[in-house]
């Protein structure tokens, strides 16, 4: 994977961001990378999923209809291969107006979905692979020539390097793939990441107002060092009611 500094795209106004420093190249730790919104829902008790095969269903149709108008916004999609295996999402923009905003904006009518994996261990036949566009698959050096053999036709994979990481691929989008805003959804170790790691400048939390209550089930916030401690917190900017979800939106303040 290359990262030449060159053609950057300009910071996004559609998300009428109010996190970070303004201006392209400077927000958080990674020199340049996208304006980063990280989504997603939770049980009262900070649960991703259950213990179950099912999809535990977190949000309501209000709170699916924002994230469709985020998702819309946003440049690029982008989930851990865990999350592709455990929910097979489409993670594409449902509403048509929407769609046909984006392409008379000149856009593509859909967000460019992404990946990354180690193991390459992925099946093609996940809707991840089937929308319109043609996502990319960030895979570590050892996995990359077999998933390249797998996913033809349906994926770009990219040889991400032995040493895969969200800091590079993040940088990788913005410097080689014209995206200058990301959408992330998940999951549990995708969010870790971003989080312990000052890639991201929005966090939205929607929570269920339920309990999981299950050690074994995927939680948010897994152990980590992160830097949003009592002593350097985020800042809540909206507090809102969509229905029965509670949803949270901060600035991260890497
Ligand atoms: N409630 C919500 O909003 C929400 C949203 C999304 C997901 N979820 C839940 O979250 C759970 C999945 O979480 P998860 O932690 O298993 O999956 P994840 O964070 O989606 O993906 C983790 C996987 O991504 C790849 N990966 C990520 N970072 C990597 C790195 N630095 N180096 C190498 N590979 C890397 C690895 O794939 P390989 O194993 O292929 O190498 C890793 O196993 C599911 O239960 C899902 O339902 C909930």
Redesign the pocket.
Known sequence: MSCHLHSKPSRPDRWHPQCGPAGAGSVGSVPDRPYTLL????SLDGY??DGSPD??I?SGPEDLDEVDALRAAADAIL?????????DPRLLVRDPARIAAREAAGRPPQPLRV????????DPAARFFTGPGTPLVYA?SPAAAAAAGKFKGRAVVIDAGAE???SSVLQDLYLERTVATVLI???????R?ALAGGLADELRL?IAPFFVADPA??RFALPAAYPQTSAHPMTLTSLRQLGEIAVHRYCLNP
């Open positions: 989504s997603c829902a939770v991703l999923d999809r535990l977190l989930v851990g291969a865990g999350t592709v295996r455990a929910d990946t990354l994996t180690a193991t390459g261990d992925l570590a895969l990481s969200l959804e998940g999951g549990a170790r995708i969010l990441d929607a089930a995927p």
